[in-house]
């Protein structure tokens, strides 16, 4: 399995996703000002891998606190908790898990040291859930989808796999379980421009697997659907609002309206910490605008003239009315039931 985050002496180590496929290769961070970084550079990235990454964060901020009064110390935690805040603002699972760790600290009625040492323990317990929640969204992705006397065809946007996640991976580990299942035929990735992390990293982690990918330029996915090429539309979320709008890598809702389109089911898998019910509509999920140099620059090579301006929103919001099912740990939803889970 592929593991985005490891806990190993003292340190987290982070697989470099800046540099697959090209380089395997892993980064040691110790600091919360390092792990901050990794974050916000996309070292590591994708919604629930963030989360456990701001989790272990906010672990090494506590332990570079310098003092036994718990006052001091939770006063200092919060200011820590700010800046890992700053790095990414649309994945709610960055925000989701370090209150889980804020709270961990403001509930332990025990010595500051002891409060260190669990937030440790909440760390590697929110890395574990992960890959079980995982595990468990890939298995109700076995009855979401169609069930057809053929080997499926699915068709998945940016990357969201073992390395978006602790483990396993939402809308991939729907696709591994179909593939442990003998269901599935092939997985047809978009590249996902501007980042690539379709054509780097999805393809990059199934062929680890073995399990057959072709990779498509983002504009082709209206002509597969066409061609009757695709079963399914599978892809993961950053953060779900309470009527079910879904906001996922910048792409995503394009995608669902060519599904809509050509009469092909297009499911969100993603666990149920991706829901903010405390927003009502996706009109209110904060979009992330990045560095434009990802839309023009390859390398050092420069695709566009001097003079032309750019905009690089790096995700968009699926309405909910264009999503046949969100696929969570407990089962399939429709969209518009959301609330009702609350
Ligand atoms: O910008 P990224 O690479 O962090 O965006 C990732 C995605 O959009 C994923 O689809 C999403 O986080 C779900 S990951 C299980």
């Given amino acids: 399995m592929i593991y985005p985050v490891i806990w190993q002496n003292n340190q987290a180590i982070l697989i470099d996703q800046t540099r697959l496929p090209a380089t395997s290769t892993t980064v040691a961070i110790d600091t919360y000002n390092a792990m901050a970084n990794a974050i916000k550079t996309m070292i590591v990235r994708g919604a629930p891998a963030i989360g456990v990454a701001a989790g272990y964060g906010m672990y090494l901020g506590a332990r570079e606190i310098d003092t036994e009064n718990k006052a001091q110390f939770l006063q200092k ?154 079963h399914a539309v599978v892809v993961g979320a950053d953060r779900i609002a309470a009527n079910g709008d879904t906001a996922n890598k910048i792409g995503t809702y394009g995608l669902a309206l060519i599904a809509q389109a050509h009469q092909v089911p297009f499911y969100v898998a993603a666990p149920l910490s991706t829901i903010d019910f405390k927003l009502k509509s996706g009109a209110e999920i904060p979009i992330e605008e990045r560095d434009t140099t990802e839309l023009y620059q390859v390398g050092e090579t420069r695709l566009c003239p001097d003079g032309v301006d750019f905009y690089n929103p790096a995700f968009d919001v699926t309405p909910a009315h264009l999503i046949t099912g969100i696929i969570t740990e407990k089962g399939v939803v429709n969209p518009g039931d959301l609330e009702h889970l609350k």
């Avoid at 076995?142 to 069930?147: F, K, M």
Wanted: charged residues 15%; negative net charge.
């Fill in 77 to 230: 935690l919060e200011a820590i908790a700010q800046h890992l805040r700053q790095t990414r603002p649309t994945a709610v699972n960055l925000f989701w898990a370090i209150d889980r760790q804020l709270q961990t600290a403001h509930q332990h009625s025990g010595p500051v040291a002891e409060i260190k040492a669990t937030l440790l323990e909440t760390a590697q317990q929110m890395q574990a859930e992960d890959v079980a929640t995982c595990q468990a969204i890939g298995d109700h992705g076995l009855t979401a989808l169609p069930q057809t006397p053929e080997q499926l065809t699915l068709l998945t946007h940016c990357n969201a796999g073992a390395l978006a996640t602790a483990g396993y991976g939402t809308a991939l580990g729907v696709v591994r379980s179909l593939w442990r299942e003998n269901r599935l035929q092939r997985v047809y990735a978009d590249e996902t421009r501007p980042r690539l992390q379709g054509a780097k990293l999805t393809a990059w982690e199934c062929v680890q697997e073995g399990i057959p990918v072709t990779v498509i330029s983002d504009n082709m996915s209206a002509h597969c659907m066409q061609q009757k090429l695709i």
